[in-house]
């Protein structure tokens, strides 16, 4: 029983850390001068620009479920 309860903690730590690396790591997606991850596409030819990532619906739901389960997980 302490051993699956161990197993457990272990498990909920794990998802934990994973959840809050990918909130706040950016660049996702790196294909040469283009990167793009859940908050920006960023380009960095001979001016590096960045632009708030499409407008998507199901984008803007996927980034309010990101925060809300860091927000819960911590609590």
Do not use: P
């Not at 950016?26 to 960095?44: F, K, M, P, R, Y």
């Amino acid at each position: 029983m302490l051993l699956l309860l161990l197993g457990i903690i272990v498990l909920h730590v794990t998802v934990l850390v994973l959840l809050f690396v990918s909130t706040i790591v950016s660049q996702w997606l790196v294909n040469g001068e283009h990167t793009a991850d859940l908050w920006q596409n960023c380009t960095s030819g001979n001016v590096f620009q960045c632009l708030a990532s499409s407008s998507n619906e199901w984008l803007q739901s996927v980034q309010a479920m990101m925060i809300l389960s860091v927000i819960f997980s911590v609590l």
